[in-house]
């Protein structure tokens, strides 16, 4: 993620944080990876996870649509 330049505050095309889709899609790694990037780059964990998507949708409500608890844990 850091060799592409790439940030937990960016959002995509369709409005949508990095964090988000990471929990959405039950990725616990990529999710581990954002927070700890996100952490070394002035974007602390208590602070992403409040980002709300284009839907409204906090990072744990994604992961509950995911249906991945462990996702939930982290």
Do not use: W
């Not at 944080?17 to 964990?45: F, Q, V, W």
């Not at 409040?50 to 509950?64: I, K, M, R, T």
Request: proline share 5%; aromatic share 6%; net charge negative.
């Amino acid at each position: 993620l850091a060799d592409l330049h790439a940030s937990p505050r960016k959002v995509c095309s369709h409005k949508f944080y990095p964090i988000h889709e990471a929990a959405k899609h039950g990725s616990s790694r990529s999710l581990g990876a954002l927070l700890t990037m996100g952490a070394g780059n002035d974007c602390p964990r208590e602070e992403m996870i409040l980002f709300y998507d284009a839907e409204g949708n906090a990072p744990l409500h994604s992961a509950v649509h995911g249906g991945d608890s462990q996702v939930t844990i982290i």
